[in-house]
């Protein structure tokens, strides 16, 4: 089974700030690799998928990176409304990471 | 409109066997382009793939479930069903299910969920 490790678990933030979460897969995945945001009480959210495309309707603040083993999702500008838990999911055979929740500082 | 709905019981007893039913519409279980997947989250914790089934009706499980779990569907319905045998309180979750999407790019993803339904596994 291919594990996702996500780093950091949390972090504390601004509004305005640079938000960057990692991702590590424990094999080569090559693109497939999809975030996911989720508010309490809520269903995820597709963010963005194949590592870099930005899901429709998401704003594009949000972008994604990488291949391979290694991935990151960056928030340009934290907005009050992105403070949420940040799932990354590997399509290559379908894991999820452990979660980035992103508080407010 | 794209939406999914799980139904099932709100509270199981150990060792007994789940049953949850996912109605969904705005797109057909027999379309090629999209499958449907179970996912469930215990309280407070992450996302944890369960399976997928898709509309030839080839179903993939999770490795370490895969003996608890059956999924099926019925395209007249517009239903997928997930039963998980053996319930134990760690399977206390909300269980969600999710549309995927297959995609060249992404291989799939999920692009539509259901709000998700709280199972408790409780003597």
């Known amino acids: 089974d291919i594990q996702m490790t996500q780093s950091p678990s949390s972090l504390s933030a601004s509004v305005g700030d640079r938000v960057t979460i990692s991702c590590r897969a424990s094999?080569?995945?090559?693109?497939?690799l999809n975030w996911y945001q989720q508010k309490p009480g809520m269903a995820p959210k597709l963010l963005i998928y194949?590592?870099?495309s930005l899901q429709s309707g998401v704003p594009s603040r949000f972008s994604g990176s990488g291949s391979g083993t290694d991935f990151t999702l960056t928030i340009s500008s934290l907005q009050p409304e992105d403070f949420a838990t940040y799932y990354c999911?590997?399509?290559?055979?379908?894991?999820f990471g452990g979660g980035t929740k992103v508080e407010i500082k | 409109q794209v939406t999914l709905k799980e139904s099932g019981p709100v509270l199981v007893k150990p060792t007994e066997t789940l049953t949850l039913t996912c109605t969904v519409s705005?797109?057909?279980?027999?379309?090629?382009?999209?499958?449907v997947s179970w996912i469930r989250q215990p309280p407070g914790k992450a996302l944890e793939w369960l399976a997928h089934?898709?509309?030839?009706?080839?179903?993939t499980y999770s490795t370490s479930l895969k003996s608890r779990l059956t999924a099926s569907k019925d395209i007249s319905k517009s239903q997928v069903v997930l039963t998980m045998t053996n319930m134990d309180p760690v399977d206390t979750a909300t269980y969600y299910c999710?549309?995927?999407?297959?995609?060249?790019?992404?291989?799939?993803?999920?692009?539509?969920w259901g709000q998700g339904t709280l199972v408790t596994v409780s003597s």
């Open positions: 194949a590592a870099s």
């Open positions: 094999q080569s995945i090559s693109r497939y």
């Open positions: 999710a549309r995927i999407r297959i995609g060249q790019l992404e291989r799939l993803a999920f692009d539509y």
């Open positions: 999911q590997q399509s290559r055979s379908t894991s």
């Open positions: 705005g797109f057909s279980l027999s379309d090629a382009r999209v499958g």
């Open positions: 089934i898709f509309s030839n009706d080839e179903k």
